[in-house]
């Protein structure tokens, strides 16, 4: 069906600079609650054909601001996981030179979330009003030079301390880069352009499951241990791609030298970028964001979905070797490789797909309605340590599938004042689960089986069965509570 002619109703001075959706043309002309179909041919944007309004091709603009942003935001967020989860394969040996159990490896893997939660807002706001090039360059240099001192620990005091600095140097990172992406990407294709970046999170395990267990078996350089050399050679990328934030990110599509001036003017009514900056104030306003509804279901699964895959990353690789599934390090690291390989495919596929729906409530709750039914098969009896594994991969897969439109529907929850410290919020929530999942396998002693990671289990997957069924349900009532389009 050919969409309707409506742009007649709007003043010629309003629509003549840029192009304009079917969802802005619905809302101007005043009728939003009538839904126009359109079809691929006729969008501009979905079909590739210079914008009529404006001669813009909407595409090869896409495809620009695409590849100068995403694959260098996707290095620096691989290298965050890498520093943040490598402690995970240096327990495989640094364990029994420290003298740490379970219970204590835990702890100091946990440590790191707290001073995250403690400096995860302030640093966002902080960001949001002075620029993200600048503190992403702090963050960055500051946890790289922490990370590599990790190598020179002898106690687990020592260890836990530099934990602690670490989660301190970093926080703000992650939500600070979704907020920056938001400032790039316009909502028809933001949840693919979050996607990719998310999987940093799978691609940082893929790749540090086989560089880590060769570190760990075969450097020993100056007679020194394989896991002081993995925190070493995993913190100078920091470093590095931190002073490379100055060169390479913009703060803002107005400042982008490399954009043409008819590409800024026509990014700029679209995008919500320089609202935030201007937008944010000085003060925290915590009033303000726990009175829009439908922030206490997002923090609610934040917090669920933090606890189960932030305790995966460190304790996967200990899972892995303790069931008997492998029977060396190298053999653990490409067991590990095998739930995020597929992740990467999943998250990918289910964004894009979130994109063209336009639809995210439904893109969050179908896969962790998904992953709770694994967890709940998982605490079932399931026929040994190869067939829980492969339940265990589909949940962490559907998990992550949930990433995307996720924080796309954060994203959309906030007005652009509220924009930084709710993002922000949301992943503080995740970072308490964060900090309790670790703790919580090590509870479980870091296996599949037994009593406590089934009752854990049980009770995860329930928990995620609430939150999608509430999310389901919550996204037909309310305007900026978690309805968005659909």
Request: glycine share 10%; with cysteine; proline share 6%.
């Amino acid at each position: 069906m050919q969409e309707p002619d409506l742009l007649h109703l709007l003043p010629e001075k309003r629509y003549s600079s840029f192009r304009i959706t079917g969802q802005q043309v619905r809302k101007r002309a005043g009728i939003a609650g009538r839904k126009i179909w359109m079809s691929k041919e006729t969008t501009p944007a979905s079909a590739g054909t210079p914008d009529p309004v404006t001669d813009m091709d909407v595409a090869a603009l896409d495809r620009k601001i695409w590849w100068r942003i995403i694959p260098f935001a996707l290095a620096l967020y691989v290298v965050s996981i890498l520093d943040r989860v490598n402690i995970g394969y240096a327990a495989l040996t640094m364990n029994a030179d420290l003298g740490i159990d379970p219970f204590l490896f835990g702890a100091v893997s946990g440590i790191f979330f707290v001073s995250y939660i403690i400096f995860e807002v302030p640093s966002n706001q902080y960001l949001a009003r002075t620029g993200a090039r600048v503190w992403l360059f702090r963050i960055m240099a500051s946890w790289g030079v922490i990370a590599v001192l990790m190598a020179l620990v002898t106690s687990p005091l020592e260890l836990g301390i530099l934990r602690f600095l670490l989660g301190a140097a970093e926080a703000g990172f992650a939500p600070g880069l979704v907020l920056y992406l938001s400032f790039w990407f316009r909502k028809e294709v933001l949840a693919k352009a979050l996607a990719v970046f998310f999987m940093a999170i799978p691609l940082a395990m893929l790749i540090a499951s086989p560089v880590s267990a060769v570190i760990l078996s075969h450097v020993a350089w100056f007679g020194m241990a394989g896991w002081r050399w993995l925190f070493v050679l995993e913190g100078l990328p920091a470093i590095i791609l931190g002073c490379a934030i100055l060169v390479c990110l913009p703060d803002l599509p107005e400042k982008a030298v490399w954009l043409t001036g008819a590409e800024r003017s026509w990014l700029a009514p679209l995008l919500e970028g320089k609202r935030v900056h201007d937008e944010t104030g000085t003060k925290i306003p915590l009033r303000g964001l726990v009175a829009l509804p439908g922030v206490g279901l997002l923090c609610a699964a934040s917090f669920l979905v933090g606890l189960f895959l932030t305790g995966l990353l460190f304790w996967i690789p200990q899972i892995v070797a303790s069931s008997g599934l492998s029977g060396s390090i190298e053999q653990t690291g490409l067991f590990v490789m095998m739930p995020y390989a597929l992740s990467v495919i999943v998250m990918y596929a289910w964004s894009r797909h979130s994109d063209r729906t336009g639809d995210r409530r439904l893109h969050v709750a179908v896969p962790l309605f998904l992953a709770a039914v694994f967890l709940v098969a998982l605490a079932l009896p399931h026929g040994g340590a190869g067939p829980g594994f492969l339940i265990l991969s589909c949940a962490i897969a559907a998990c992550y599938a949930a990433y995307a439109p996720f924080f796309a529907l954060t994203l959309d929850l906030f007005p652009p004042a509220l924009r930084a410290s709710g993002t922000a919020l949301v992943n503080t929530i995740a970072s308490v689960g964060a900090l309790a999942g670790p703790l919580v396998f090590g509870l479980a002693g870091g296996r599949l089986t037994g009593t406590l990671p089934l009752v854990l289990f049980l009770l995860l997957g329930a928990a995620l069965i609430a939150c999608a069924i509430l999310l389901a349900k919550n996204g037909k009532t309310g305007t900026r509570g978690l309805k968005v389009n659909n």
